[in-house]
């Protein structure tokens, strides 16, 4: 599988609202409602943050949201933080237990 | 509290072996898909694979099939990834993650991650 497509960068002022994009095909995220979506901090593990598209787990703050149209899912961040600055990635089931991991996305926060 | 515990930081030389573990505590070993994702140095997330403690079901990506094994210890809970002839290449970060199955099948999304082992191969 390929890997799946995310804007290298997204950058904005404390505050305001950004989108990061992860599109694929029909054979990942336009064919399964199982997105998720991972945040990285310089050194750290992953820690995801939505699954299954738009859910949170808990303890993540309602400011990070998740949706999907078609084969493209988007992860929101409202209100950034500084601390919101990490690299984020999207995954995707594939079908036939398989996974496939976005290019990953850096935040710079302004 | 669920944990993924890893093995530390390891310096390879160019053909030897290696196996990297990770252990796990917190919910029930045996009943859920446990697996590895490499991530090279400045690089993205590679999903390798994943076994099903219980009976050692296992799937790996096409990418990594046959270059790496996986498998497990119940009795200890622990999960393990191992190589038989390590190549400069093969230098990356190795996370263990436990799959959150949504269903009967394998399929869902890595709701824990262990710290990560550094793998480095050098001569």
């Known amino acids: 599988q390929s890997a799946l497509t995310q804007p290298a960068s997204v950058s904005g002022s404390p505050g305001q609202s950004i989108a990061i994009s992860c599109t694929g095909t029909t054979s990942d995220v336009g064919g399964y409602n199982l997105v998720s979506w991972y945040q990285q901090h310089p050194g750290k593990a992953p820690k995801l943050m939505i699954f299954e598209v738009s859910n949170r787990p808990s303890g993540v703050s309602n400011r990070f949201s998740g949706s999907k149209s078609g084969n493209t899912a988007s992860l929101t961040i409202s209100g950034l933080q500084a601390e919101d600055e990490a690299d984020y990635y999207c995954?995707?089931?594939?079908?036939?237990?398989?996974?496939?991991f976005g290019g990953g996305t850096k935040v710079t926060v302004l | 509290e669920v944990q993924l515990v890893q093995s530390g930081a390891e310096v390879i030389e160019p053909g030897e072996s290696l196996r990297i573990s990770c252990k796990a505590s917190g919910y029930s070993f045996p009943d859920s898909w446990i697996g590895w994702v490499r991530q090279m140095p400045g690089k993205d997330l590679e999903w390798m694979g994943i076994?099903?403690?219980?009976?050692?079901?296992?799937r790996y990506s096409p990418s990594f099939q046959g270059q790496v094994t996986i498998s497990v210890d119940k009795s200890i809970s622990t999960a393990y990834l191992q190589w038989s002839s390590l190549k400069a290449s093969n230098t990356a970060m190795y996370y263990c993650?436990?799959?959150?199955?949504?269903?009967?099948?394998?399929?869902?999304?890595?709701?824990?991650w262990g710290q990560g082992t550094l793998v480095t191969v050098s001569s």
């Open positions: 995954c995707s089931y594939a079908g036939r237990s398989a996974w496939v």
């Open positions: 993650v436990r799959l959150k199955r949504i269903g009967p099948m394998p399929e869902g999304y890595f709701d824990y």
């Open positions: 076994i099903f403690p219980r009976d050692s079901d296992t």
